[in-house]
């Protein structure tokens, strides 16, 4: 995938403004599982991302991260994820803003393979600016997962989220979010729903 980020990155149209922005990160955690057996892991953590102004209005961006995880006892649970991620953020007028993504993630499991996947994940979402103290946003996003060593645990997984967001005063928000989940098996019949709502605020104290 890396080479997909350099190869679209050396052939990106002019624009206004450019920027490239990145991180390394690496660490390490402990923890008790069951049985009281001990296990740790270590992780490292990179991305590189390139974002660009295509008018005054419209910006896209381009990320590549890498993820790599290393068990101490539960080998099977050594992993590696690379993702590349692609936006395009129109702004539409001073009211609406239009935002499209597309993810491409594969995670490996070298001692667990029929775990290994491959996802593909378009999003679009909509900002709603009624008033400079409200926002609404409206997000969907489908997820088709494809496991090469496990046909069976393939599926799509489509997530609807609508949030809203008010300031009432310059010291008090609030906010509200319902999240609505529904996955189906590729290969079987059936189907899993969820949906949440949830109420929050924000208050600033002097």
Request: positive net charge.
């Amino acid at each position: 995938m890396l080479w997909i980020f350099l190869f679209l990155l050396l052939f990106t149209l002019p624009g206004e403004a450019r920027e490239i922005s990145g991180s390394i990160e690496t660490g390490e955690k402990f923890f008790d599982i069951i049985q009281e057996e001990e296990d740790s892991y270590t992780f490292r953590r990179a991305y590189i991302r390139f974002a660009e102004d295509l008018t005054p209005k419209s910006t896209y961006s381009l990320r590549y991260e890498i993820q790599k995880r290393v068990y101490t006892e539960r080998l099977r649970f050594t992993s590696t994820m690379q993702e590349f991620r692609g936006n395009l953020t129109w702004q539409k007028s001073d009211y609406w803003r239009i935002y499209y993504y597309l993810t491409l993630r594969g995670r490996s499991y070298p001692h667990s393979r029929a775990s290994s996947y491959l996802a593909l994940i378009p999003e679009f979402q909509v900002n709603f600016y009624p008033s400079p103290k409200t926002t609404y946003t409206c997000r969907f996003r489908f997820q088709f997962r494809n496991y090469p060593g496990a046909l069976k645990k393939n599926y799509h997984q489509n997530t609807l989220t609508v949030t809203f967001r008010h300031r009432l005063h310059e010291d008090l928000t609030i906010n509200g979010r319902y999240r609505g989940s529904w996955e189906i098996p590729v290969k079987e019949e059936g189907l899993e729903f969820e949906h949440r709502v949830s109420l929050g605020f924000r208050y600033v104290l002097d």
